[in-house]
């Protein structure tokens, strides 16, 4: 597991990540290359949501957003690395369970991810990352949540 | 014919440690060897978790292992399916190579993959007594909630 020493640009925006059972990062938006999930994102802060270990998507954390930026820009399905943060736009409308499903980000804790469903791929946008944090320490959250079920993550401008 | 067929099937109850009651059927004619190893390790308790790839679909280690595959299903696993996962592929996590699990899917979207290719698991039981609503709510908690302990028993 490798750690993250990539100074920040003093042009970057900041943002904190906290987990309620523990845990405290910083990431930076990428905003030359996902404007308008990063301008989105940005206007809501700060908020929380409720986090929890995914299904399908292997080594990976999500929570839904109560934002919407329907638009796929800088977009995965795979190649994420840890402390990456991912916005599931849900480009192909789907109903689930018969819901329309909210916009999810998705942050991948190992590099064994793959942004799929049962209805299809899940092309995520890339607008942020972590920073400056022990990535050994993000593992150990995901672990965390994996076995110890969700919890609550604050979201907040540096 | 079909009375005495069901007398001899063998069954085993699954009880979770948060709520929910299920008995299966052993298909002891699709895999033998994996219901033989399986009955010969009862009673047993093991913790259970969601899968991380393959969906609906929560986990445990059973006390035994196995690197047979027989009856293997990667695609098609239908709620209350009771799968033995080898690790065909070998693939190690944290260091270690994977166990075998045993896993019970809880809806019909299950595909039997994770970082290292697909997961061909034999299918040795399903569930045939038990809400199979009750299933699925069950794996919605250890999705939300996390780990919680399952007992196995022969009926």
Same mark, same amino acid.
């Given at each position: 597991?490798?750690?993250?020493?990539? @100074? $920040?640009?003093?042009?970057?925006?900041?943002?904190?990540?906290?987990?309620?059972?523990?845990?405290?990062?910083?990431?930076?938006?990428?905003?030359? $290359?996902?404007?308008?999930?990063?301008?989105?994102?940005?206007?809501?802060?700060?908020?929380?949501?409720?986090?929890?270990?995914?299904?399908?998507?292997?080594?990976?954390?999500?929570?839904?957003?109560?934002?919407?930026?329907? @638009?796929?820009?800088?977009?995965?399905?795979?190649?994420?690395? &840890?402390?990456?943060?991912?916005?599931?736009?849900?480009?192909?409308?789907?109903?689930?369970?018969?819901?329309?499903?909210?916009?999810?980000?998705?942050?991948?804790?190992?590099?064994?991810?793959?942004?799929?469903?049962?209805?299809?791929?899940?092309?995520?946008?890339?607008?942020? @990352?972590?920073?400056?944090?022990?990535?050994?320490?993000?593992?150990?959250?995901?672990?965390?949540?994996?076995?110890?079920?969700?919890?609550?993550?604050?979201?907040?401008?540096? | 014919?079909?009375?005495?067929?069901?007398?001899?099937?063998?069954?085993?109850?699954?009880?979770?440690?948060?709520?929910?009651?299920? @008995?299966?059927?052993?298909?002891?004619?699709?895999?033998?060897?994996?219901?033989?190893?399986?009955?010969?390790?009862?009673?047993?308790?093991?913790?259970?978790?969601?899968?991380?790839?393959?969906?609906?679909?929560?986990?445990?280690?059973?006390?035994?292992?196995?690197?047979?595959?027989?009856?293997?299903?990667?695609?098609?696993?239908?709620?209350?399916?009771?799968?033995?996962?080898?690790?065909?592929?070998?693939?190690?996590?944290?260091?270690?190579?994977?166990? &075998?699990?045993?896993?019970?899917?809880?809806?019909?979207?299950?595909?039997?993959?994770?970082? &290292?290719?697909?997961?061909?698991?034999?299918?040795?039981?399903?569930?045939?007594?038990?809400?199979?609503?009750?299933?699925?709510?069950?794996?919605?908690?250890?999705?939300?909630?996390?780990?919680?302990?399952?007992?196995?028993?022969?009926?």
């Amino acid at each position: 597991m490798s750690h993250v020493w990539e @100074k $920040e640009n003093m042009m970057d925006k900041l943002f904190k990540i906290e987990f309620e059972r523990g845990g405290f990062f910083q990431g930076k938006l990428l905003e030359t $290359e996902a404007p308008t999930t990063c301008q989105k994102f940005w206007e809501v802060l700060p908020f929380e949501g409720r986090i929890v270990h995914a299904a399908f998507t292997g080594l990976t954390m999500f929570f839904p957003v109560d934002f919407k930026v329907g @638009k796929v820009e800088n977009p995965y399905v795979c190649g994420g690395q &840890a402390g990456d943060f991912f916005l599931n736009s849900y480009a192909t409308p789907m109903v689930f369970e018969g819901r329309i499903p909210r916009d999810e980000i998705i942050i991948p804790y190992s590099r064994a991810g793959l942004f799929w469903k049962w209805g299809g791929w899940l092309p995520s946008n890339l607008f942020g @990352k972590i920073i400056e944090s022990d990535l050994e320490g993000l593992y150990r959250v995901g672990r965390r949540v994996k076995e110890g079920g969700s919890e609550v993550i604050r979201l907040s401008k540096v | 014919m079909l009375l005495r067929r069901r007398r001899m099937e063998k069954r085993f109850r699954l009880e979770f440690s948060k709520g929910g009651i299920f @008995k299966a059927q052993l298909l002891e004619p699709l895999a033998p060897k994996t219901c033989q190893r399986f009955i010969d390790s009862l009673p047993f308790i093991g913790t259970v978790l969601n899968g991380s790839f393959c969906g609906h679909i929560f986990y445990g280690v059973p006390p035994f292992d196995f690197s047979e595959i027989e009856n293997p299903i990667v695609f098609g696993a239908q709620p209350g399916d009771i799968f033995l996962d080898t690790n065909a592929n070998r693939s190690m996590f944290e260091g270690r190579i994977v166990p &075998a699990q045993v896993g019970i899917a809880y809806s019909s979207k299950v595909i039997l993959w994770n970082w &290292a290719g697909w997961l061909p698991s034999n299918h040795f039981a399903k569930i045939v007594e038990g809400n199979l609503d009750e299933l699925y709510r069950v794996g919605r908690r250890i999705f939300w909630e996390g780990k919680e302990e399952m007992k196995c028993s022969l009926l």
